[in-house]
């Protein structure tokens, strides 16, 4: 009997949650701890497949480390916390700022069990809707930059059992110690040197001594049984690497798209169509007339076991026409397609595994084909474009103070992601989609995540690459004027070649439900260090 009353609830509640696929920010530090729950077993693979999660999956796979009763007492203390971040609103009608139930209390404490605190919020019995507002600052070191701003206000709500939708603005300001020198009003995107910016329309006021610039998020989602629809703009990434995957690395701005996702347990789709900017917003608004510029994608995964994954996708860049059909349905061959209709797009196909080879220890690898002639495969041919990935993680304790280790190498061939048609590179507003270090480079990336206790978290890297810089080297370069003397012995990286390290710390510690503190440590050279203090207030 006790059996049948677990069920039902857990199908009540299911039913309850299905509308909660809200996204989560794929920078949210929850990420590193389910990806330690997937390596050693706890959670399945899949969770490290694609970001960012909902709300709704997030919550059930927090729920799913929690029934472990084999978990670590600090991995299940910490998805108790976890958990209570992202409980949605429960107490009923409306709650103002400063009301008797949404009061500021605990400003300089800390305790898992208190809820996260909303600025406003409405809940009656079959919709919710809440309102959140942050609030950043930072002091920084190096560079023209002295402090940084944002004012961010997000709207989130659960309008039925199936319908769930959200919108999030954020306005940044960047004041800038110009010692005495002219700026211009509106600012070209390479004249802005900040961890954080990516390309945005930006504009400097001297009467603040300041630039600023926008963003925005949003999207509706339908759900129904094993289908899920949405219509949004946000980033994407897919692939098993966090930060340098070769499919969609989810840096840069977020684009405009459609998407569909469906879930048949051990096999997973996921596809989506959106619109991207040709040129850097500075770029579009000098010009009368943009051109159009659109992607594709479609990704395949399935659990051949509970240990190993495999994934096929497809991705099309388009541009200078309207929305093409045949990209536009999710379970159309693009590769097929676009042969058909004359060979005037960019097609990428991406092949990846993951493979937890025991409980703590996951390797992985991707292979992303832009062009590859068979019977040249192992010649330095200049059509064989391609990049191949390994990686592996290792989790030695199930307990979360304890660092993880990541390891991956990446190597990218010349002209990958570039196309004879300048407009369908695989960019938006001038920012790679893919891996970040482009063409002709390869990567060695060493990175860990811990949590020394439920209110700290601390993040380090150290990224050694090479760059070619020679004709080949960007993506925005057309293959068509390429060298034909290199065509038979194209290096992998053409010179000239630059050597660089990068080392990154990033140390979070929790005051407070409302009060967040960060010390952030970049290194991209020997002469450019930054150090980074971060305030965040969140109500």
Known sequence: M???????????????????????????????????????????????????????????????????????????????????????????????PFSKNNKLSNLLSYNINDTDPHFFSIVNDSSKLWLDWSEDLIVSTGNDYQKYFRDKISIKTIISKRISAFSEFSMNRLSWKNNGKSIDSVLPPDSIDWLGYNNEWA?????????????????????????????????????????FSPIL???????????????????????????????????????????????????????????????????????????????????????SVEHNTGDRDNILIGIDYSWRIKPNIRFYQTMLLDEVTWSKIFKPWWGNKFIFQSGLHFVPSSNPSIPDIRIEYTLSRPWIYSHKDSINTFSSANQPLGYPFGPSSDL?????????????????????YRKGSGLGSSLYQNYIERDPDLDYDTP?????????????????????????????????????????LKIIWEW
């Open 444 to 464: 060695i990336s060493i990175s860990s995540n811990f949590y020394p206790s439920s209110n700290i978290y601390i993040k380090g890297s150290f990224n050694y």
């Open 2 to 96: 006790k059996q049948y009353v677990k069920i039902a609830i857990v199908y009540l509640l299911c039913q309850f949650l299905i509308a909660q696929n809200i996204p989560v920010s794929a920078d949210h530090i929850v990420y590193p701890f389910l990806y330690r729950q997937s390596t050693s077993g706890t959670l399945p693979q899949w969770v490290q497949s694609v970001r960012p999660l909902t709300i709704d999956q997030i919550l059930t796979l927090l729920n799913k480390v929690l029934d472990n009763n084999n978990i670590n007492n600090n991995a299940r203390l910490l998805a108790e916390q976890f958990k209570s971040e992202f409980i949605t609103p429960e107490n009923s009608g409306m709650q103002l």
């Open 249 to 335: 690395s989810g840096n840069g701005m977020p684009f405009s798209y459609i998407g569909l996702q469906i879930n048949f347990d051990k096999i997973r789709f996921h596809s989506l169509h959106g619109s991207l900017m040709p040129y850097s917003p500075y770029e579009m608004h000098k010009r009368n007339i943009n051109p159009n510029k659109y992607i594709a994608a479609h990704r395949g995964e399935i659990d051949l076991t509970n240990n190993f994954t495999i994934s096929i996708t497809e991705l099309a860049i388009y541009g200078n026409r309207n929305i093409d059909l045949d990209y536009l349905n999710p379970v159309h061959w693009y590769w």
């Open 203 to 243: 504009k400097y006021f001297p009467e603040a001594k300041s630039v600023f610039w926008y963003n925005s998020r949003a999207g509706i989602s339908v759900d129904y049984d094993k289908f899920n629809f949405n219509l949004g703009r946000q980033n994407h990434s897919w692939g098993w690497s966090t930060d």
């Open 492 to 532: 992998l990286l053409l010179k000239p070649i630059a050597y660089n390290r990068i080392i990154t710390l990033m140390i979070e510690y929790k005051f407070s439900r409302y009060i967040n503190a960060q010390f952030n440590f970049n290194s991209i050279s020997k002469d450019d260090k930054q150090m980074q």
